[in-house]
Structures are given as C-alpha cells and as structure tokens.
C-alpha cells in the first residue's frame, strides 16, 4: 500500500521560512513525478512544485519561483519543499502527491498524480 506522509507544516509571520517533507514508501519501483499540492479554502487544489524523479528537473508556479525550492532524497524515500519569503496569499493545506504516469505535459496539474498524502496546514500571519 502506498503511503506519502507529509510533515513540517505551522504557523509562521510575513517573511518566515518552512520547510515541508514527505516521506514515502509502499511503491515497488520509482515514481515518473512527484509535487507539492496546495489547497486554501474556496479554492481548488494547485500545484506548487513539482519534480520529474528520473532527471530531477523541476517545475515550479508562478507565484512561488525564487522563493520555494522542491528536493528528493531517493535513497530516503523524501520528498521536501523549503519555503522563504512566506506571504499570507502561501496560507494553505499543503498536499504531496505522486505520479506513475509517463509524460505528463503539465506536471503542476493535480489531475496528472494518482498518489496523494492527508495534508499539512500552512498559516502565514500579516
């Protein structure tokens, strides 16, 4: 059974930093990607950052480029997300999700991940 367990999450001030991990285990083989989901209420969930597990390359949105990084640690199963500059717009539940599918032509797509974790809640304060 495949298990993704977030951690890291809080409340911190305008400015502050966080530093989100996901542990995973339960999946014979590799992930083709793997993200960080967020969802604030009355919003749909989006993506944040997402990583292709193979090459390492990275993708990020908009909103959070130069402030947030996405890291794997392959040989202990993590997935992390550092988080600078927080702004109260970054208060959310924050999702890591894993993907089997090849090729995925938007991978900050939530639609493109067929594993999901229970959430961390992120608070930013003015």
């Known amino acids: 059974q495949v298990r993704l367990v977030e951690s890291g999450g809080g409340s911190v001030q305008t400015g502050g930093s966080l530093a989100l991990s996901c542990a995973h285990s339960?999946?014979?083989?590799?992930?083709?990607?793997m993200g960080w989901f967020r969802e604030a209420p009355g919003k749909e969930r989006e993506g944040v950052a997402a990583i292709t597990v193979s090459s390492s390359t990275t993708y990020y949105d908009d909103s959070v480029k130069g402030r947030f990084t996405i890291s794997q640690d392959k040989g202990e199963n993590t997935l992390s997300l550092q988080m600078n500059s927080l702004k109260p717009e970054d208060t959310a539940m924050y999702y890591c999700?894993?993907?089997?599918?090849?090729?995925?032509?938007?991978?900050?797509?939530?639609?493109?991940?067929?594993?999901w974790g229970q959430g961390t809640q992120v608070t930013v304060s003015a």
């Open positions: 339960g999946y014979s083989g590799s992930f083709r990607y």
């Open positions: 999700a894993a993907s089997n599918f090849l090729g995925l032509a938007k991978p900050l797509r939530p639609s493109g991940y067929n594993f």
